[in-house]
């Protein structure tokens, strides 16, 4: 059948007692879960509430089992925070989560900007906006810089046709696709005073935190690993300084700066390679030296 | 693959070479085909090459590469002894070249089949005539079915390469089109035989034409050997199915058919029938196989020009196409008729009362059906074969199948294919319509449930039960012949089923 | 009468349930849906009215059911299928086209007959609701009551 869930766990309980622990086994959280801790390093708070999450909704099912006051709950977050703090990657988990949980069918992800849902003339915005709703659903629906959508200094704004789709869709087909709405904290809040009907159909508001130096720095070893390249311990001094640099610029982007700074490490080390010694060791192919890093423009001023 | 018996059988095989030197070569007498040029075990086979692959038993005595050789000279260029004006030819391209002789799995000594041989053989191009099946047939199924060389010889498979496969036409009209003009999509197409075959009047015939169609089939056909019979002349039968067909259109508001079968003592009357019933505005008529090879290219230019689908009974190849060992595989028929142009051919049932090896039968529509299709030992495909976009032909599934079997069909023969249920639809204790009836309930209720996911093949009698209760045509379908099945050994079998890799 | 075009027009009419069935398993072969309405049901009219183009990419029954349901509403009296294209090579064609609403009566179809040379008859099908103009041939039982009650 189309809708695949955590059957076999509610099967087995009875009326009066639900094994929790039993029911999470059989929905399979455990492994995006665990995904999530290992591919995404720090943000231990946005870990924390996913928990949360994944536990109510878990405790929801089993409330549904035993005939409690239940009802779709609403599932459409908000993700706040500086780019590159793991808001799309977290969304990419989320959706595999609430589809084990059986909270979405497909449980894929429709990641999209104002571009994509408004459209240039009369008429132009309903159909794209229903196009990509209906693309996302069965999945979850990413909105990235939200507040976008909203132009509160032009009021002809197609954008407004936008947001009140969206706000129909949200509320009526609330077991058909999931919202995240995501951008910058300061900009979400202004957004969310000014379009009230969002506020009040965001069950879940999530912050990503800026990562820190060390987090910064286990990133780029975790990047760098899993493109089977690392950093020589030279190269790990250069990239810590790099790190302390970079933060103070002003389009300092966390985890994307990194894996920025990181890509143009390796061009620099072919370069390098190429223009040494005609041969190179396996140990050379895989290691980011020093000066690889040292020579970004970071190191300027 | 691994025969242990192999090895054995290669040891005896003899060892012969081509003779270089000219003088020697065509020297007057009699020498081995072997030794002429026409075993060739190092050749590169070309991309224009047209291939095929015979299952040859030797005369005792006679060396398998001999008796290969033998018949790739005899349907290419050779007699029976050493001519000098192949020295006037290009000789050496238009000898055939046996390249490859295996032995035929569980055969020879030790098994209850004497020694067989397939027998691999590349001709050049150049000798066959463009767009002509009668041409390629004359080479290949000539003379050499009769060489004393061998015993028994069986066309088992061929390959036509691109280069000459573009000279023929293909299907008139293809399984794409056929379903956009019938607006039949999703399902296999639902069909019978109009019953008895011979002594209705054009009367009594149109009636049951009209109660299957209304009663929910897709066409009616006409028997293979109904043509224009002192009991019925062919335009009295024309003039009332199209009465019987327009009258079901009427009543459900969908396309529908009958094909009226052309076949006739000459091409000129064929014609004459074609375009009366063309006149009539029939979406469909028939010819038989007996008609020969290009009346049925003709036809089916015939049919490209006048928008017709043209409907083949394979009338007559059980009397080559059955016996392992000698005659031609019908797969073969399948790709010359897929080439000559034919829209529909019975191709088997699987389950019903005529020859039909599952996986044989899954060679045959796959050749009919596929853009491309691949290698498959197990289903008789000794060679890939690229369509070079002819047309798919929609294989045809008849004779003593019923709605009993719904699940089965679907699940062997996919869902392009027309079913014919002639003696489960105008055999039914309620009527001809309520025999259409069930047999369309069965079909819609068996593809909804599969496309919903189900296991048709364990749940299938369970799907027509829950049918059957809302549905009294189909539960009378069901008691009546619930049960029948026609379970007989087939003599067209697979050489390399699992089972027999194990023994 | 009960026309029975579509793949399965001999079953009971689908429930939205099995209708959604049907479009994932569509969705699942990667095939595009399109709703199409019409209320010329001729068997050779082809070209239906479309309800917005067919829908691509989409994972999930629920965006094509919706418009469906959006359909009907504006529409509630015709016909009404559904229409599955596949865009593979050697098909390029439709594969699956099925009924999702008829209206609640289905006069049929009238069969003119004109004599031709040699006993050879010329038919012409039409239905009969075509006599009435596009928009009003087909009307729900209660609305055919409401205007034949009034004065």
């Given at each position: 059948m189309s809708i695949p869930g955590p059957a076999a766990g509610f099967e087995a309980a009875s009326a009066e007692v639900i094994d929790l622990k039993a029911l999470q086994a059989d929905s399979d959280i455990a492994a995006p879960m665990a995904e999530l801790d290992r591919d995404l390093v720090g943000l231990a708070p946005v870990k924390q509430r996913i928990r949360e999450i994944a536990a109510f909704l878990l405790v929801a099912r089993a409330r549904e089992r035993v005939g409690l006051a239940a009802g779709p709950p609403t599932l459409h977050m908000a993700f706040t925070g500086n780019p590159g703090t793991g808001k799309t990657t977290v969304a990419l988990r989320m959706a595999g989560i609430l589809h084990r949980l059986g909270y979405v069918r497909k449980g894929h992800l429709v990641s999209v900007t104002r571009d994509d849902l408004v459209?240039?003339?009369?008429?132009?915005t309903a159909p794209k906006t229903k196009d990509v709703l209906k693309r996302a659903m069965g999945g979850v629906l990413f909105i990235d810089e939200a507040y976008y959508l909203h132009r509160p200094e032009n009021e002809k704004d197609y954008g407004q046709e936008a947001i009140e789709i969206l706000l129909q869709v949200m509320e009526n087909q609330r077991e058909d696709l999931v919202v995240i709405l995501a951008g910058y904290r300061d900009r979400m809040a202004s957004f969310f005073v000014s379009n009230p009907g969002f506020r009040s159909r965001i069950a879940h508001h999530i912050d990503f935190p800026d990562y820190d130096a060390s987090e910064l720095l286990a990133i780029a070893e975790l990047l760098a690993a899993q493109s089977d390249y690392r950093l020589s311990p030279a190269a790990r001094e250069a990239m810590i300084e790099y790190i302390t640099r970079r933060q103070q610029q002003p389009s300092f982007s966390n985890g994307r700066s990194i894996r920025n700074a990181l890509d143009r490490a390796r061009l620099r080390q072919a370069m390098r390679l190429y223009a040494g010694n005609a041969v190179a060791t396996r140990e050379a192919l895989q290691t980011i030296e020093a000066e690889d890093i040292r020579a970004s423009r970071v190191f300027a001023t | 693959m691994v025969f242990p018996e192999m090895e054995d059988i290669m040891g005896q095989m003899g060892n012969f070479t081509k003779i270089q030197d000219a003088k020697q070569r065509y020297k007057s007498g009699v020498i081995p085909y072997a030794t002429m040029g026409y075993w060739e075990p190092d050749y590169q086979v070309k991309d224009t090459d047209i291939l095929a692959m015979f299952r040859v038993t030797p005369q005792p005595g006679v060396d398998p590469i001999e008796a290969a050789a033998a018949v790739a000279g005899e349907s290419s260029t050779a007699t029976w002894t050493v001519v000098w004006t192949d020295r006037l030819t290009a000789c050496e391209i238009y000898r055939a070249k046996a390249y490859r002789v295996d032995p035929v799995p569980n055969t020879g000594p030790g098994t209850a089949t004497e020694a067989q041989y397939f027998a691999y053989i590349a001709y050049d191009i150049d000798l066959f005539e463009p767009g002509s099946i009668a041409n390629l047939t004359a080479s290949i199924i000539g003379n050499v079915f009769g060489f004393k060389a061998v015993k028994a010889l069986r066309l088992e498979d061929m390959h036509i390469p691109i280069a000459y496969l573009k000279t023929f036409q293909g299907p008139a009209t293809g399984i794409v089109v056929e379903r956009e003009r019938l607006d039949k999509f999703g399902r296999p197409l639902l069909g019978a035989t109009t019953k008895p075959k011979l002594g209705l009047s054009g009367r009594n015939y149109g009636r049951v034409v009209y109660e299957a169609l209304k009663g929910g089939l897709d066409f009616v056909k006409d028997d293979e050997n109904i043509n224009s019979q002192p009991f019925m002349h062919w335009r009295d039968r024309y003039l009332y199915c199209m009465e019987a067909v327009n009258r079901a259109q009427a009543a459900t508001g969908e396309v529908k058919g009958h094909y009226l079968n052309v076949t006739a003592g000459t091409m000129e009357e064929m014609y004459e029938r074609a375009e009366f019933a063309k006149q009539l505005g029939s979406v469909i008529i028939m010819i038989d196989l007996v008609i020969g090879y290009t009346a049925i290219q003709s036809m089916a230019k015939w049919a490209r020009k006048n928008d017709m689908i043209l409907h083949l009974h394979r009338a007559g190849n059980s009397t080559y196409s059955r016996q392992k060992s000698h005659g031609m595989n019908f797969r073969v028929i399948c790709k010359w008729m897929r080439m000559a142009g034919v829209d529909h051919i019975h191709a088997g049932t699987v389950v019903g009362k005529l020859e039909g090896d599952p996986l044989m039968v899954k060679g045959f529509y796959d050749t009919l059906r596929s853009t491309d299709t691949k290698v498959n030992l197990q289903n008789g495909l000794f060679f890939p074969q690229e369509w070079a976009s002819l047309n798919k032909v929609m294989p045809v599934a008849s004779g003593g199948i019923h709605a009993g079997q719904m699940h089965q069909l679907l699940d062997y023969l996919g869902e392009d294919v027309v079913l014919q249920f002639g003696g489960g639809t105008i055999g039914h204790p309620m009527g001809i319509q309520a025999g259409a009836t069930a047999n369309r309930v069965a079909l819609e209720a068996m593809v909804l449930a599969r496309n919903e996911g189900r296991d048709i093949r364990n749940e299938g009698p369970e799907i027509l039960r829950d049918a059957a209760k809302w549905c009294q045509p189909l539960r009378a379908a069901l008691d009546t012949w619930g049960e029948i099945t026609f379970n007989y050994t087939s003599t067209d079998t697979s050489d390399f089923t699992p089972t027999a890799v194990a023994v | 009468m009960r026309v029975t075009q579509g793949t399965f027009s001999f079953l009971p009419d689908l429930t939205d349930r099995q209708i959604s069935d049907q479009i994932e398993y569509c969705l699942r072969q990667g095939w595009a849906v399109g709703v199409e309405f019409t209320d010329d049901i001729h068997p050779r009219n082809t070209y239906w009215e479309m309800w917005g183009l067919p829908m691509f990419d989409l994972r999930d029954a629920a965006g094509v059911m919706a418009e469906v349901r959006a359909c009907r509403e504006t529409h509630p009296d015709v016909y009404v299928r559904l229409t599955a294209f596949d865009s593979t090579r050697g098909w390029e064609t439709v594969r699956l086209s099925f009924l999702v609403q008829r209206p609640a009566e289905e006069p049929g179809f009238r069969l003119e007959r004109t004599e031709a040379e040699g006993r050879s008859i010329r038919y012409g099908l039409s239905a009969y609701a075509i006599d009435r103009p596009v928009g009003e041939r087909y009307k729900s039982k209660q609305a055919n009551a409401a205007q034949g009650d009034s004065p």
């Open positions: 459209g240039q003339y009369i008429g132009h | - | -």
